[in-house]
């Protein structure tokens, strides 16, 4: 079993597309846990919203992403995985912007209906290469190593927002987030092009070329 848990991390960690795209994923997790213990803070503190329309603050976000779904066929081969990448970062980031910076609640909800969209969009980019770039019998190991990256950072995001909620005050978690976010992109995002996705998809599976990440 220790052979086999190796063998999953030795594969994702030389897969240096992969490991940037799981970055870039743990960072977006990271930032949205850091946000989302305070959220509720947020919108029943400075944004007066009644607890009785909290609500919105989950379900619009939610509808974004159901929505991002069933737009990624259509999407993400027109603009490409790279574009994708970005947006996933950029949105989220504008979105944290709009939610620490103001204080209009509709606003604040299109932010964050549209940063779902770009995160749903960026899953179906991810999982392509995932399953594209990893041969068949290590796809399940080295699968568990990117979401231990990439999930494993939550609950130091949530630390983190606490932490920074109670000492600068219940804005700076989605500053500090917009701001991260948007060093993510530039240091991370920017390697990950269309062509180095088509690239990395069709290494182990020729098949590939007619995925989600290839263009019409």
């Given at each position: 079993?220790?052979?086999?848990i190796r063998s999953?991390?030795?594969?994702f960690?030389r897969?240096?597309?992969?490991?940037?795209?799981?970055?870039?994923?743990?960072?977006?997790?990271?930032?949205?846990?850091?946000?989302?213990g305070v959220l509720v803070?947020l919108?029943?503190?400075?944004?007066?919203?009644?607890?009785?329309?909290?609500?919105?603050f989950?379900?619009v976000?939610?509808a974004?992403?159901?929505?991002?779904?069933l737009?990624?066929?259509h999407?993400v081969?027109r603009?490409?995985?790279?574009p994708t990448?970005w947006?996933?970062?950029?949105?989220?980031a504008?979105?944290y912007a709009i939610?620490?910076?103001?204080?209009?609640?509709p606003?604040a909800?299109?932010g964050?209906?549209?940063a779902?969209?770009?995160?749903?969009?960026n899953?179906?980019?991810v999982s392509?290469?995932?399953?594209?770039?990893v041969?068949d019998?290590?796809?399940g190991?080295?699968?568990?190593?990117?979401r231990?990256?990439?999930l494993g950072?939550i609950?130091?995001?949530?630390?983190?927002?606490?932490?920074?909620?109670r000492g600068?005050?219940i804005r700076?978690p989605f500053?500090?987030?917009?701001?991260g976010?948007?060093l993510a992109?530039l240091?991370l995002?920017?390697?990950v092009?269309?062509?180095?996705?088509?690239d990395a998809?069709t290494?182990h599976?020729?098949?590939?070329r007619?995925?989600?990440l290839?263009a019409p």
């Open positions: 079993m220790t052979q086999d999953g991390w030795v594969h960690w897969h240096h597309l992969l490991r940037r795209v799981a970055f870039i994923s743990a960072a977006i997790n990271f930032f949205g846990s850091v946000t989302g803070l919108a029943t503190g400075p944004y007066q919203v009644p607890m009785s329309r909290y609500g919105l989950v379900a976000p939610a974004g992403a159901i929505v991002g779904s737009l990624a066929e999407v081969p603009i490409g995985g790279g990448t947006l996933a970062a950029l949105v989220p504008a979105s939610l620490g910076l103001g204080q209009h609640t606003l909800l299109a964050m209906f549209c779902a969209v770009a995160s749903s969009l899953q179906i980019v392509t290469l995932r399953q594209a770039a041969p019998e290590l796809l190991r080295v699968t568990a190593a990117y231990l990256v990439v950072v609950p130091l995001g949530a630390l983190a927002g606490g932490l920074l909620g600068l005050g700076a500053i500090a987030a917009a701001v976010l948007v992109a240091l995002a920017s390697r092009t269309t062509q180095a996705l088509r998809e290494t599976d020729p098949a590939a007619s995925s989600a290839t």
